[in-house]
């Protein structure tokens, strides 16, 4: 797993107005903590964060005050409508420690193409070594049958990976296509004669 290298700077006001800033000016606030230590405020360059951020569960090797820490994105709070980061966690991580994270599920082979496929979980939990967690999972649907379901326990796992999920959680369901057609009752049409009404003069 590859680590990003990100520079950053202390934060020394805070607060909303302080938050929004840091944001007018292309920052993220954010905040480092973990290890017993006290939590560390600094602010990120939006642009390179959102690069970053595209890959799963990746460590930030993240650069201020003179000094340097490798951490892994916890929380992540952006602007509903704008989409813009306005703030993250990142939990400070040591080589060689395990670490609890959500890892993508991606699926692989033929199944039954009578079947309807529903992806119920996209992600499962698992605890992996900081530096090598995967950024994605695989699960092997091959010769799946229709009206069955693949669970967390069926998706395969890189040494040095343990899952944590329940093993019976679903991730995916292959759903049986309904063959009943409906039979449309046939009406008998009856069509009345018009009745010509005689009038009298």
């Known amino acids: 797993m590859a680590e990003i290298q990100i520079n950053g700077s202390k934060r ?48 930030l090797n993240v650069t201020f005050d003179g000094k340097s820490e490798l951490v892994l994105p916890k929380s992540i709070s952006k602007n509903p409508l704008s989409g813009i980061f306005e703030h993250i966690d990142l939990l400070v991580v040591r080589k060689g420690e395990k670490v609890t994270v959500e890892v993508p599920v991606h699926t692989e082979g033929v199944y039954d193409k009578d079947g309807i496929l529903e992806h119920v979980n996209n992600t499962i939990e698992v605890e992996a070594e900081a530096t ?40 995916v369901h292959l759903s ?10 046939a009406v008998a049409a009856t069509e009345a004669a018009p009745v010509a009404a005689a009038t009298k003069e």
């Open 12 to 59: 020394i006001s805070f607060g909303k107005g302080a938050s929004r800033r840091d944001r007018k000016a292309g920052l993220v606030p954010a905040v480092i903590y973990g290890h017993n230590a006290e939590p560390q405020h600094v602010s990120l360059p939006s642009r390179e964060l959102a690069t970053a951020l595209k890959a799963s569960n990746v460590l």
């Open 132 to 171: 090598s967690i995967p950024s994605f999972l695989v699960l092997d649907l091959t010769g799946m049958p229709a009206g069955t379901s693949k669970t967390a326990g069926d998706v395969k796992l890189p040494a040095g990976t343990t899952l944590v999920s329940d093993p019976e959680l679903v991730v």
């Open 176 to 185: 049986e296509r309904s063959t009943a057609v409906e039979e449309t009752p």
